[in-house]
């Protein structure tokens, strides 16, 4: 039986458990093995353990990871690189809430985030599920975790990952972004697992059907501290939860600010 995710994240903590990280390719091999050894300890089965062998090293994602950036764009000017213009991102938003407002208004009251927060993040984060990504979720979330710059962090996403795959929750052949976000809102495979929840009640939960993203969104949310019915512009405490999905100020001030415009 697979062990629960909480026990997973101590266990991989476990520097008696850690494989050797290395800095480039030539590793990675050895890694991998010495990698299916700490996955197998922890619970992962054999479907977990065929993507972990099958998985290539990622080079596009190490060239990603070692080229960020980070946000340093003024508010309008990110508006304008990630949304166009806040009244066009939120007429998108509208038209998709007016498709679904008996969902979101379910979400609401089960959880108490509101659907602006959601689709706000949503076209943020996927331009609405147009772009979930295009590198191998599996082989880019072990690249990462096998890198020695962040391997502390990636490692238990890693695990995640492999975690999700036993038990059908992700194919080992899913695309997602560079550091192994999937779905509609990129959510780190930890985070999946440890916030996932059925938005659609077909007893599944998959991060690439847009019901099972937004509940899963609004579940993290709301397990962060989101407060039902409270404001959340800047200065808030449900804007300062904004901080835990993403830690850019004006990220957080751009889902904010269009939220409140998508009505």
């Known amino acids: 039986m697979l062990r629960p995710l909480a026990l997973i994240l ?10 050797q990280c290395g800095n480039d390719s030539s590793g990675w091999n050895t890694w991998k093995q010495e990698f299916a050894q700490e996955a197998a300890a922890v619970g992962i089965g054999q479907r977990g353990l065929q993507a972990l062998s099958n998985a ?12 960020q950036r980070g946000v340093r764009y003024a508010l309008d000017e990110f508006i304008r690189i990630r949304l166009g213009s806040l009244d066009g991102f939120a007429a998108q938003a509208t038209r998709l809430l007016d498709q679904n407002r008996p969902f979101f208004a379910a979400l609401e009251q089960s959880y108490g985030v509101p659907a602006g927060i959601l689709l706000a993040i949503h076209g943020m984060e996927t331009g609405f599920g147009r772009n979930m990504g295009s590198e191998n979720v599996v082989s880019s979330i072990l690249t990462v975790a096998y890198d020695c710059r962040r391997s502390a962090f990636f490692t238990p996403h890693a695990l995640a990952a492999l975690q999700m795959v036993d038990r059908g929750m992700l194919s080992p052949s899913q695309k997602g972004a560079a550091h192994g976000e999937l779905g509609h809102t990129q959510f780190l495979p930890g ?28 579940n993290f949310l709301r397990q962060k501290g989101w407060q039902p019915g ?18 850019a100020t004006v990220y957080q001030q751009a889902i904010a600010l269009s939220a409140a415009r998508i009505r």
């Open 191 to 218: 985070n999946a697992m440890r916030y996932g929840a059925d938005g659609n009640g077909d007893g599944v939960v998959d991060f690439y059907t847009m019901a099972d993203a937004m509940a899963s969104t609004a």
């Open 56 to 67: 290539s090293y990622s080079t596009r994602t190490i060239a990603a990871d070692r080229n």
């Open 230 to 247: 409270q404001p959340f512009q800047e200065g808030t405490a449900n804007f300062r939860v904004l901080n835990d999905w993403n830690a």
């Open 10 to 19: 101590a266990l991989a903590a476990s520097p008696a458990m850690a494989a």
